[in-house]
């Protein structure tokens, strides 16, 4: 499951990117936070059906709302930018895993469904981070509309959470507080840098250590990076349930600078890595592949190994040969039916996860950096460039579709084929 989130890509169209390898070493040992008896972890799942029935926009409402729901009433949740999944689904053990490092005493896992029979199903289950489930309350409803149906649904999921206020997972953050029901709003939610010339080794645990329940912040000596910060990070290689082998590893990059106020602590393209927790092939009868990869560790400007709190899976995609058979017989006038019995033997897709997938991850417990060599390391100013600058565009084989347009303005540059690249000189100016 994102996932989760699940993976996301830079564009819907094609993706930009430079990718830029690296050697990692490997992570130091950090500490887990203690879990806050009254914080609550969000997690998001998206059904398959829901998926092929409903759309993006419903889902991310479902998920705006109930965000909305625990901050106006109080709730300390948290949740992240890899706590939602839009379709393949992680185990609950991973979930849990994310939850229990982030600090959470509970986890609230929220399942958006789309029945046959239902415009939109929301079923939340809390567990305790051992594994146990403690309550579950789910909400449907169908309405003449889309809208309807929705709007239905939520009121009626709002008034049952509103009963468990104050119950393990929906907790208020204020000791004695009393629950004060409140409705579930849509308006309530929630550049390449320079490297150092010469490698730098790795620092150890003892020269850097995670941060203690009595030194949390920042100081004239050190720097807190916290527990939770959020890293965007990009598959430096292509992965398949095909060839995978659970147990390797995968290199990750970096995507955009992680700061601690003005100091940058994590650089743009610096290198990480992932592991391969299972990978499962696809096959006969239409079972498509899947994939669960979990996030392991990125390269801070100090070259420290910080340990992430990531999971992400991915399935293969719906090979639609149900829907195809039965055209094939009603095309034929049942002549299909004689080679039906042979259906069977076909494989499902595979499932897939380009090099440039954009993962999200956060940096798993706080950690007190050395003020000092943050400072030194810190990239100098870039020097004004002079003169034309090259821009690649890469349209990948695996988005939908024979060819995009490329345009710059409302000037039309190129026709890009999928699997081809585009490079344009521009020269200097605003564009």
């Keep these: 499951m994102i996932p989760p989130v699940s993976a996301s890509f830079l564009s819907p169209g094609f993706i930009l990117f430079l990718l830029s390898f690296a050697s990692y070493s490997p992570g130091s040992a950090q500490a887990v936070p203690t879990p806050s008896p009254q914080t609550t972890y969000l997690y998001f799942h998206r059904t398959s059906e829901h998926v092929k029935l409903s759309t993006p926009e419903v889902f991310q409402q479902v998920v705006s709302e109930i965000q909305g729901f625990a901050s106006a009433n109080g709730v300390a949740a948290r949740p992240e930018g890899n706590a939602a999944s839009w379709e393949a689904e992680l185990p609950l053990s991973a979930v849990l895993d994310m939850a229990h490092h982030s600090g959470a005493a509970y986890l609230l896992y929220v399942v958006v469904d789309r029945p046959i029979t239902k415009w939109l199903k929301v079923t939340v289950q809390c567990y305790d981070t051992a594994g146990h489930r403690i309550w579950q309350e789910d909400a449907a409803e169908g309405g003449l509309s889309g809208g309807k149906g929705e709007r239905a649904t939520l009121h009626k999921l709002r008034e049952r959470l509103d009963r468990r206020l104050g119950q393990p997972g929906l907790l208020q953050a204020a000791h004695g507080q009393q629950p004060t029901p409140t409705a579930i709003s849509s308006e309530q939610t929630s550049a390449p840098t320079a490297s150092a010339s010469e490698p730098k080794p790795a620092l150890t ?227």
């Design 205 to 431: 645990a003892s020269e850097t250590q995670p941060a203690s329940g009595g030194e949390r912040e920042d100081s004239a000596a050190t720097i807190r990076l916290a527990n939770g910060t959020p890293v965007h990070l990009l598959l430096a290689e292509s992965i398949s349930s095909k060839t995978a082998q659970p147990g390797s590893t995968v290199k990750l990059q970096v995507l955009g600078d992680v700061k601690v106020g003005d100091l940058m602590v994590i650089a743009n393209r610096a290198p990480g890595f992932a592991t391969i927790e299972s990978a499962k092939s696809a096959g006969r009868a239409w079972r498509a592949g899947n994939l669960l990869l979990k996030l392991g560790t990125v390269t801070l400007l100090n070259q420290q190994q910080q340990p992430l709190r990531a999971w992400n899976a991915v399935k293969g995609k719906d090979t639609g040969a149900p829907m195809e058979w039965t055209n094939a017989v009603m095309q034929t006038y049942g002549l299909a039916l004689f080679f039906l019995p042979f259906s069977p033997l076909q494989h499902g897709s595979q499932a897939v996860m380009p090099r440039g997938t954009v993962l999200e991850a956060a940096i798993d417990s706080d950690v007190l950096l050395p003020r000092a060599v943050i400072e030194a390391d810190q990239p100098k100013p870039a020097e004004p460039h002079h003169g034309p600058a090259s821009v690649t565009f890469y349209y990948p084989n695996f988005e939908d579709g024979a060819a995009v347009n490329v345009w710059c303005g409302e000037v039309k540059v190129a026709h890009l084929k999928r699997g081809g690249k585009f490079t344009l000189s521009l020269p200097p100016g605003k564009y």
